[in-house]
């Protein structure tokens, strides 16, 4: 179980991602729709916490600045050991330092980062498939790059229990 800092997509991105997840599925790969306990919501992670105090965690996080929107500019296709597949938005460095604040903020706090979440280790993502198959590589690749370029404003947060699905709205994006 995490818990994530994350920026959410606003509506027309959020619908594509959520289609692209639905196409994948219907070309037998599954997806974030079917993963899990079905909950996920299209998102750029922050910081993932391995062991944390929520409210802790949110008081951290809602005392930082508020950064405001962010436009993301989805190009290319990832992949993680293990299969994990996902879309690779342009880095800015406002999104890189939007991350170090959040990340050493929770850190300075006494909350357990995943090791990917460590400034200078994270590779901002918006997860599409958790466990592809080399076989399906060329149906997923197409697939995405029949959607992609993808436009998307990053325009409020949530920390998200990956375990459940259970979301905490944030009063701004940090």
């Known amino acids: 179980m995490a818990l994530a ?13 959520r289609r692209l997840w639905r196409r994948l599925e219907d070309r037998g790969i599954a997806s974030l729709t079917s993963h ?3 909950r996920h919501v299209p998102h750029v992670s922050l910081a993932v ?9 949110r008081a951290t996080v809602e005392a930082l600045p508020d950064a405001g929107p962010v436009r ?3 190009d290319g296709l990832g992949t993680f050991r293990r299969g994990r597949c996902w879309l690779i938005p342009a880095v800015s460095a ?5 991350q ?5 903020a929770l850190g300075d706090r006494g909350a357990e980062l995943h ?4 400034p200078g280790s994270w590779i901002p993502h918006c997860s599409l498939a958790p466990r592809v198959h080399l076989s399906d590589l060329g149906t997923l690749a197409a697939t995405v790059y029949d959607v992609l370029p993808l436009e998307a404003l990053a325009d409020r947060a949530e920390l998200i229990d990956s375990g459940t699905g259970e979301r905490w709205p944030l009063t701004h994006a940090p």
Not at 5 to 17: G, K, Q, T
Not at 49 to 57: A, I, M, N, P
Not at 100 to 104: G, K, T
């Open 36 to 38: 899990t306990h079905g």
């Open 94 to 98: 406002e999104l890189v330092a939007r």
């Open 5 to 17: 800092v994350c920026l959410l997509l606003d509506p027309r991105a959020d619908a594509a991602v």
């Open 100 to 104: 170090e604040r959040v990340a050493r």
């Open 115 to 118: 090791h990917h979440y460590r």
């Open 49 to 57: 916490l391995r062991r944390w105090d929520l409210d802790d965690v």
């Open 72 to 74: 993301l500019h989805f």
